[in-house]
């Protein structure tokens, strides 16, 4: 008996974007396209009335982005998951959310056609299993912080561990990574990066800087409160009088 077919979702911000989600999904008529959403709001009160089976998710979308609409779905109305966007650094967090596959804009056809083979292995085996798993189990919850971070260079993506890190700058709407004798430039905001690290690794010593804890030597007392703070590669990075205090109770300082 074949499967039903795959009730499907768009979500995307952009109207050109979900035209070329329709327009790739031609060509496999055993995905049903029940719903178009431009944000993640939208979504949840779709997903509810729909009951989806394959989410197909944008992640910068306004207000709300893709990795806070799957935090805030129920995990057993949670649908299949595919994400859709333009920024290659979210790969790996991607799967920690267990998407299922992962997709770059502009769409490649045939790229696109292996995300749908994926989807549909996990259809079938899903229905191959209906009659002695009538209830799936709900999927392991992802990681309360971010274990890495994909920084694209060039054609290929980095992958570094947040453990390796040594500490992040601001560069407008980038930062700059440094993780022992290089550095990375990567397309994400300080204020966005911060939202996903452990703060119990990384403190914020100054507005524009993060540093992981374990890196840290010394910290030298300065004027009018602020003070320097001395890494084991020998960095020596500004303490700020704004976050001193946070900084005493994060390292122990009397």
């Known amino acids: 008996m074949n499967p039903p077919p795959i009730r499907t979702l768009l979500v995307d911000d952009e109207v050109l974007a979900r035209l070329a989600l329709r327009q790739a999904l031609a060509a496999h008529p055993d995905v049903e396209i029940v719903g178009e959403c431009g944000n ?9 009335a729909l009951k989806p089976a394959l989410l197909f998710l944008d992640i910068r979308m306004p207000g709300m982005d893709g990795f806070k609409l799957l935090h805030r779905l129920k995990p057993d109305t949670l649908p299949m998951v595919v994400f859709a966007t333009a920024y290659g650094q979210h790969a790996l967090r991607a799967f920690d959310a267990n998407a299922l596959d992962y997709v770059l804009k502009p769409i490649d ?4 056609d292996q995300a749908i083979a994926r989807v549909r292995q996990q259809w079938l085996g899903m229905h191959a299993h209906a009659v002695t798993m009538p209830v799936a189990a709900p999927s392991p919850p992802a990681p309360a912080h971010a274990q890495r971070i994909s920084v ?12 390796d890190i040594d500490w992040i700058s601001a560069d ?32 914020r010593i100054h507005r524009g800087t993060l540093v992981n804890v374990e890196r840290i030597r010394e910290i030298h007392p300065l004027f009018q409160g602020n003070a320097e703070v001395v890494l084991h590669n020998g960095t020596r990075l500004n303490l700020s009088r704004r976050f001193r205090t946070h900084a005493r109770r994060a390292l122990g300082m009397v």
């Open 172 to 203: 407008g709407n980038y930062v700059q990574i440094h993780a022992g004798n290089a550095s990375y430039l990567h397309r994400e905001t300080l204020r966005r990066l911060l939202e996903t690290l452990d703060s119990s690794r990384f403190l």
């Open 109 to 112: 056809q045939a790229r696109f």
């Open 152 to 163: 694209r260079i060039g054609e290929s993506i980095r992958v570094i561990a947040t453990e």
């Open 40 to 48: 993640a709001a939208e979504a949840m009160q779709a997903v509810a």
